[in-house]
Nanobody
């Protein structure tokens, strides 16, 4: 059973920075897509960033230029560096992984989430 475990969430002031990390129980090289989503109560889970096996990461318009997603193959983690945080960035952040199975279907994996609160 693949496990994704997030860490690094917490309370930060507006304008501050925070780094999230997602530890993966299997090699991250085996995933076609990894990334981060976030959710606030009453809203759907939304994409924050995708990191692909090949090519550049993709970001939502709301975080473009402020967030950086990356994979650390030495640590086997997927990280999200967040800067210039605003209260609108508050939410539960979920780590995500996706890979193609031998059957041709896609399998998605989720972490349990970590709370990020941006407030003065």
């Amino acid at each position: 059973q693949v496990q994704l475990v997030e860490s690094g969430g917490g309370l930060v002031q507006p304008g501050g920075s925070l780094r999230l990390s997602c530890a993966v129980s299997e090699g991250i090289f085996s995933f076609d897509v990894m990334g981060w989503y976030r959710q606030v109560p009453g809203n759907q889970r939304e994409l924050v960033a995708h990191v692909f096996r090949y090519g550049d990461p993709k970001y939502s318009d709301s975080v473009q230029g402020r967030f950086t997603a990356s994979r650390d193959f030495a640590k086997n983690t997927v990280d999200l560096q967040m800067s210039s945080l605003s209260p609108d960035d508050t939410g539960v952040y979920y780590c995500y992984g996706e890979r193609m199975m031998a059957s041709g279907s896609k399998q998605a994996y989720w972490g349990q989430g970590t709370q990020v609160t941006v407030s003065s």
